[in-house]
């Protein structure tokens, strides 16, 4: 009988089993080949993910993660809330639950959605989903086909551009102005790309720049893709983070026509352990969602969607907010000052409005992943432009900073480190 294709090559060893890496000197009489799929043989780890194993090391300051503040999180509330569902609601908060969510924590999405960022209307439906990466990944799984093009932002967030990748779509990147996405380039690719399926935005405080689009911006990409009958997917996860100047109204607002998709999610207001997401939709699109969810994970995790909702119903989430604004306006400043005490004048940096990362940019054809080595070094880890792009081999100049994780302390200590590696770097 032949050996089937899918199994991986096992070592026959004495004792516990251990992988052929672990014992190379043991030979065993099994051998089978892993035929991976198409769609995931290409697909590498996250960048991201990989340097967020060497920041395990305490004494490793960390600038590279995405997460937000530690100290953010409303234990003490959920903690009560946790001990309360246990003793009074335990059977519904450990049961298998509906895939569309929980819904009181449903309605109370939708309320919210509607009456601070006008992203639910007539005809639109929600979802709960588990985190907004799902919310991202569903959205492509029903909407793509192998071959059909997806727009985005370049350089954009990498655990979309994953996504997108798994289901072998063609991804194109729109550079980045100062205000948000280049229209011209926007129009061009609308108007000779074959099979534009979806544009995928973060128009606000966009991960990895800290980019907000302008309103005007935001106006001109939904009349072009409105023409061109192309679903915009917009990505909202940094919304609520504005610590200075004025909110700009969220593309959803403008949807007269039911072509954008409005993901956002509890990730970096609560926590996101948790992975709590919610898209806003037409309900066609909900429907699919739901019947793509149910083949996927059934439903989001019911215990902590019941959490949320009782935190929403018994506490202020928007003082809570506006604590976390605080708390990343003192972050951001002092990065930001340090920044321009210790760097070097040929280092450009962003200075976004909110969210909770920086760009920085370096002169053409600076070596940014021997940087990120040296810096590595030094005990600072800082994520590479490259691992941000829609092509990975496309040359970056530059590299992403999140103040939201470290310490004031450490920003100080870690900026300054920082900015002796590039003064020595860049000569």
């Not at 089993?17 to 043989?41: H, L």
Request: hydrophobic share 40%; glycine share 8%; charged share 20%.
């Amino acid at each position: 009988m032949s050996k089937p294709a899918f199994c991986a090559k096992i070592e026959k060893v004495s004792g516990p089993w251990r992988s052929p890496r672990a014992a190379p000197e043991t030979k065993g009489t099994d051998c089978m080949n892993v035929a991976f799929s198409a769609r995931i043989q290409a697909l590498q780890p996250s960048a991201i993910r990989e340097i967020l194993k060497v920041t395990q090391d305490p004494s490793v300051i960390s600038f590279a993660a995405g997460n937000p503040a530690a100290e953010s999180f409303p234990v003490k509330e959920m903690a009560q809330i946790a001990s309360g569902l246990f003793n009074e609601k335990a059977t519904a908060a450990l049961q298998y639950s509906v895939t569309e969510g929980y819904t009181p924590l449903r309605e109370k999405v939708r309320a919210r959605l509607r009456e601070r960022f006008d992203a639910v209307h007539d005809g639109d439906d929600v979802i709960i989903v588990s985190g907004g990466q799902q919310g991202i990944e569903l959205s492509c799984k029903v909407l793509c086909d192998e071959g059909d093009t997806v727009l985005c932002e370049n350089p954009s967030f990498i655990g979309a551009l994953n996504a997108f990748r798994s289901y072998n779509v063609r991804l194109h990147g729109i550079p980045l102005e100062e205000d948000g996405i280049d229209i011209d380039a926007l129009a061009h690719a609308l108007a000779t790309l074959p099979r534009v399926k979806l544009l995928y935005l973060i128009p606000t405080f966009q991960n990895p720049s800290g980019i907000t689009m302008s309103l005007s911006k935001r106006r001109a990409v939904y009349e072009l893709c409105l023409r061109r009958g192309v679903i915009i997917l917009e990505d909202n996860p940094y919304g609520e983070l504005r610590f200075s100047g004025d909110d700009v109204p969220v593309i959803k607002s403008l949807d007269t026509e039911g072509i954008v998709i409005y993901c956002g999610s509890f990730s970096k207001i609560l926590s996101p352990g948790i992975r709590l997401g919610f898209v806003s939709a037409p309900k066609a699109v909900i429907q699919k969602l739901v019947v793509a969810k149910q083949v996927s994970d059934v439903h989001t995790n019911i215990f902590f969607q019941m959490l949320a909702d009782e935190y929403l119903a018994r506490f202020d989430l928007d003082a809570h907010i506006a604590r976390i604004r605080a708390m990343y306006r003192e972050k951001f400043l002092a990065m930001h000052g340090t920044a321009a005490r210790y760097f070097p004048k040929a280092a450009g940096l962003t200075r976004p409005d909110g969210g909770i990362f920086l760009w920085c940019t370096l002169p053409e054809g600076t070596d940014i992943l021997e940087l990120c080595r040296l810096c590595a070094q030094k005990k600072v880890a800082i994520v590479p432009g490259t691992s941000f792009m829609v092509d990975e081999n496309t040359p970056c100049s530059a590299f992403r900073l999140n103040f939201s994780t470290p310490t004031l302390e450490q920003i100080e200590n870690g900026m300054a480190t920082l900015g002796g590696v590039l003064r020595d770097f860049l000569g």
